[in-house]
């Protein structure tokens, strides 16, 4: 008995009042004597106008009820929070409106071309419960028979003329009232492009004659009604550009200056002219179009100088029309942010190496360095940092950074002798300078300077796609101060000593981005970054050609080629990335998503070098890649450190030239600002070429899947959208090596057997 009034309560029943049922819902049949084209499209269509909703239920269960009871009466409590909060009012059957319902789903079946159409309804009772469902009895689908555009022989039929081509109406498709509203706005969209400034959507009629059988001629037309105005194209007379706009502007009291026939304003004091007019689509003297306008204001946006821009029209009225053309004066405004800006931060650095600490960062930018809307960013950053969860006796793991770099965004893609605008882009091209310089201390292994120099192009031709081309990427590293302990460490091992000293990068590369992340409505969305880098192949085939003598290294007696007497490196690599995130629930501010992740790098070194720079070698393991194992704490392939010296060093050994790796999470919203997640991560990173001081490093194509690290486990996120932080417990599920204790000859154990145990990783951001 008590189970029972337990179910009754969770069921809702219990709180309905006497005489009353509880709604429950109801359900559409679309009944015809003919075939019914998109029939769950359509019982979809008439079942979203049934009303109310029901109350929710989970399992014939409705607890929200139950919550909603215990704040009847009450103004404030527990009760009341709960209600408040979590209740929800029981819905009743005396609320429906059945012949509403059933006039709305005429109102759709005759939007679909199912004319006269009958609808009833039917209540089925229940206990303390009742639904209501419905029957639409339909006959044959109208379809389109014939279509004609506008007739006249005048400016705008004659352009709406020209669109039927692509028009959405076909012949022998059914009515469909969307299509039809559809087509209103395409055409609207077309004239806008073709001078019809006031023209808008509301000013076309269709007739349709369903007066034949199941068949209907549509007839399309301008209104009468339609202002003189909007029936005519325009001609842009002046275009006006005001960068000093605010609401008090008094730029008008002054006299412009004329630049390719734009009046700008107020000088050319903080902007050259030619900078603004390059992001400029609206030309002087050119028919309007909307296109244009819109992306004048993306342009203008994206150059980073102005809070706001917006442009407006006016009828020219000192201009009188000609042969049926109008003529508009367009006004720019844009409103500047401080042109000069100093911002200082303290950071928590975390790296995929492991790397965390605190760090600082002083930013100088100046918005328009040469009057041209040039970006100038002048950073100085500084670091301490530690490496996490590192075996106690590895050398290097403290360290400090120190380095100030500079950065020149030109608005605009410098290509001597040609001027290559992108004007079918919407967002402004950048080209880039930068130079910059690194102290790096490792605390009881190494110090040394890092100096880069660069110069590219970065261009995106819609919102999901970007490229960036970078000509010149040069880095210098020079190894400086070392100690006894890293000395040694490079004598024992000669890939290290190799990649530390080849350091000079001369280095072009070549990224591909596609992006859907920025389309928020979609429910699947879809990451991939594509990149190719190469270094020292001009500088090896110019010395090979000059007969240049390569140079002795006595180290190893390697011998290769020298860039100012210092060996470069010569490779090249490709970095993949393909990332899925599909949204469980459909409401697009949620965050419940399965986000999936797949990485694929190799570098190939060769001809003047032997390994891969040391800085462009890759790691696997830590917060942000394979979070059941420590960074670099994984690899190459079935290595494992078999001394204690070697444990010690695994940071700088588990490194590599190959890399593959896999990861899946969910991720669920919990409460305000906190979300969960549940992941596993597969990965690993392999050697091209055999090393006999990482014994099973090399890639081999026919078992890398089976030395894959595995890893699961669960995690918490405080995210408040500006800052995530993320507490990550992962527990390792497959070594790629034998876990076993490791034995010298004489049968005595050198390195204990391996310990499984949960890892926590602290971070932050998203992994991916």
Known sequence: MAAGLLASGCSGTKFIPDGAKLYTGGAVKVKSDNTIPNEATLTTELTSVIAPKPNSSILGLRPKLYFWHMGVGKTKGLGHWLADKYGEKPVLLSEVDTQQVKRLMVNRLNNNGYFKPTVSSKVAVKGATAKVDYTALVGKPYTIKEIHFPERDTLIDRAIRATESASLLKVGDPYNLQTFVNERVRIDGVLKNQGYYYFTPDYLLFQVDSTLDNQVNVYLKVKATTPPRAAKP??????????SYNLSDTTQNQKPIIYEKYRYFPDEKVFKARAITNATFLYPDSLYRRRRSDQTLSRLMSLGTFKFVDIRFRPARAKADSAGYGFLNSFVRMTQVPKQSLRAEVLLVSKSNGFTGPGFQVQYRNRSALRGAEQLLINLTGTFENQTQSNTNTIGVTSYELGVDAQLLV?????PPFDIRLRNSDFQPRTSFGAGYRYVQRVGAFQEDVVSLNYGYTWKTKLTNEQELRPIDLQYIRLGTTSPEFDQLLIDRPFLANSFRQQFILGSSYRYTYNQQALEQRRNQIYFSGGIEGSGNLAYLVSNLAGREKVTNPADNSQAYTFFNQEFSQYTKVDLELRNYFRTSTNPTSGNKIATRLLIGAGIPYLNSKVLPYLKQYGIGGPNSVRAFAARGIGPGTYRPATARETSTQFYDQVGDVRVEANAEYRQD?????KGALFVDAGNIWLVNPDDRRPGGQFDAKSFLKQLAVGAGAGIRIDVQFFVIRFD????????????????VNNNEIVGAVKSSPRLNIAIGYPF
């Open 670 to 674: 919990l409460f305000p600002y906190v």
């Open 234 to 243: 325009y001609v842009l007379n002046n275009v006006t550009l005001n960068t």
């Open 729 to 744: 417990v992962a527990y390792p599920l497959r070594y790629p090596f034998d876990t076993g204790a490791i034995k010298d």
């Open 411 to 415: 608005p605009r893609l410098l290509t």
